[in-house]
T-cell receptor
Framework: EPEVTQTPSHQVTQMGQEVILRCVPISNHLYFYWYRQILGQKVEFLVSFYNNEISEKSEIFDDQFSVERPDGSNFTLKIRSTKLEDSAMYFCASTPGANVLTFGAGSRLTVL | GDSVTQMEGPVTLSEEACLTI???????????LFWYVQYPGEGLQLLLKATKADDKGSNKGFEATYRKETTSFHLEKGSVQVSDSAVYFCALRISSNTGKLIFGQGTTLQVKP
């Protein structure tokens, strides 16, 4: 069964450093998403991406965040200058259309 | 605003016990409702869904009925197995035009042999 692949599974970084989280969505999917879950809290929507542009974003997705689809397969989330409160599990998801999202296993980010 | 509230966990049950995980929601309009499950080390997987009032979603012995009058979507299973141990998330989607899901906080289920 096709799956969404995320790398790295765990990244530890120093506060202020830039981090890039990578996702390979399912190949025929057109809509891409990032969600995050801070430990012990709810899974929260960050951003949706379609046709090479952001289609929707939450209040959390401020100027320190950006997304990109640099080639035909990868979908990345960049955090420009990490803060302690960015420590969370980040989930990528994709869908072919107005369908159910398929999620990846997540990338755990720890900011020290 | 739109929100989902789940019962607090963890929930610990013996094998073959009955399971109910409560989920209530607040939403404008007519949302679709979902239960996702996360097994250790894996991503969120869709367990079941319901798109309109009185719909019942079912999968792998789990069921949930979309109750508009009580704004609830409780997850039930008649006889749990050790392999059902996971974190369960209730979620809603406001419209089919968006992939934005609003999640509950998740409920950890541990089933003991």
């Amino acid at each position: 069964e096709p799956e969404v692949t995320q790398t790295p599974s765990h990244q530890v970084t120093q506060m202020g450093q830039e981090v890039i989280l990578r996702c390979v969505p399912i190949s025929n999917h057109l809509y891409f998403y990032w969600y995050r879950q801070i430990l012990g809290q709810k899974v929260e929507f960050l951003v949706s991406f379609y046709n090479n542009e952001i289609s929707e974003k939450s209040e959390i997705f401020d100027d320190q965040f950006s997304v990109e689809r640099p080639d035909g397969s990868n979908f990345t989330l960049k955090i420009r200058s990490t803060k302690l409160e960015d420590s969370a599990m980040y989930f990528c998801a994709s869908t072919p259309g107005a369908n159910v999202l398929t999620f990846g296993a997540g990338s755990r980010l720890t900011v020290l | 605003g739109d929100s989902v509230t789940q019962m607090e966990g963890p929930v610990t049950l013996s094998e073959e016990a009955c399971l109910t995980i409560n989920c209530t929601y607040t939403a404008t309009g007519y949302p679709s409702l979902f239960w996702y499950v996360q097994y250790p080390g894996e991503g969120l997987q869709l367990l079941l869904k319901a798109t309109k009032a009185d719909d019942k979603g079912s999968n792998k012995g789990f069921e949930a009925t979309y109750r508009k009058e009580t704004t609830s979507f409780h997850l039930e299973k008649g006889s749990v197995q050790v392999s059902d141990s996971a974190v369960y998330f209730c979620a809603l989607r406001i419209s089919s035009n968006t992939g934005k899901l609003i999640f509950g906080q998740g409920t950890t289920l541990q089933v003991k042999p």
